[in-house]
T-cell receptor
Framework: RKEVEQDPGPFNVPEGATVAFNCTYS??????FFWYRQDCRKEPKLLMS???SGNEDGRFTAQLNRASQYISLLIRDSKLSDSATYLC???????????FGAGTRLFVKA | EPEVTQTPSHQVTQMGQEVILRCVPI?????FYWYRQILGQKVEFLVS????????KSEIFDDQFSVERPDGSNFTLKIRSTKLEDSAMYFC???????????FGSGTRLTVV
């Protein structure tokens, strides 16, 4: 089983749609969780941290379920500019080793 | 907004040659990392560096690779005797404290021919 698994997609959605991504992780020693966004041939950029209590940043909501070992990202009112690959990132206890998911591709169409 | 700066942006080298990739972290950051991404594949952790020493490294980071912070500002990745399969985008990332997300540099595209 992969350490961090994501549905690769692609997700093709119209502007204004709500879309949700899930990510599962296998190591219960995982400590910190993030969503990053990566545009084609660019560096990953931090989108948001993920907490057990859930957190929201504008149209984006992230959630962590430690018992089931998954994290989620919800994007509301999708914009064309949301088209990118969304990377789930897990950092192990100790704060050093980091595992990236392979990413979920999102295409938002007009 | 503070940036992580990487040089060069693109390097072409012959198989068997040594390359040094450079990174200038954000000034108050204490944790430094190298990642690589082979074209079309996922981002892979190579090594983390904290308090002037390697804190964690992956299976990829073998004796061919080394890191150092020679002058307290630059953070370098050296790849000795490059192989064709070392061709990838190499990202430097830094952060200022545990539990926080990283800031990535724009990467160095290494092409080994």
């Amino acid at each position: 089983r992969k350490e961090v698994e994501q549905d690769p997609g692609p997700f093709n959605v119209p502007e204004g749609a709500t879309v949700a991504f899930n990510c599962t992780y296998s190591n219960s020693a995982s400590q910190s969780f993030f969503w990053y966004r990566q545009d084609c041939r660019k560096e990953p950029k931090l989108l948001m941290s993920v907490y057990s209590s859930g957190n929201e940043d504008g149209r984006f909501t992230a959630q962590l379920n430690r018992a089931s070992q998954y994290i989620s990202l919800l994007i509301r009112d999708s914009k064309l500019s949301d088209s990118a690959t969304y990377l789930c990132v897990v950092i192990y206890t100790g704060g050093f080793k980091t595992i990236f998911g392979a990413g979920t591709r999102l295409f938002v169409k007009a | 907004e503070p940036e992580v700066t990487q040089t060069p942006s693109h390097q072409v080298t012959q198989m068997g040659q040594e390359v040094i990739l450079r990174c200038v972290p954000i000034s108050n950051h204490l944790y430094f990392y190298w990642y690589r991404q082979i074209l079309g594949q996922k981002v892979e952790f190579l090594v983390s560096f904290y308090n002037n020493e390697i804190s964690e490294k992956s299976e990829i980071f073998d004796d061919q690779f080394s890191v150092e912070r020679p002058d307290g500002s630059n953070f370098t990745l050296k790849i000795r005797s490059t192989k064709l399969e070392d061709s990838a985008m190499y990202f430097c990332a830094t952060k200022d404290r545990e539990g926080y997300g990283y800031t990535f540099g724009s990467g160095t595209r290494l092409t080994v021919v």
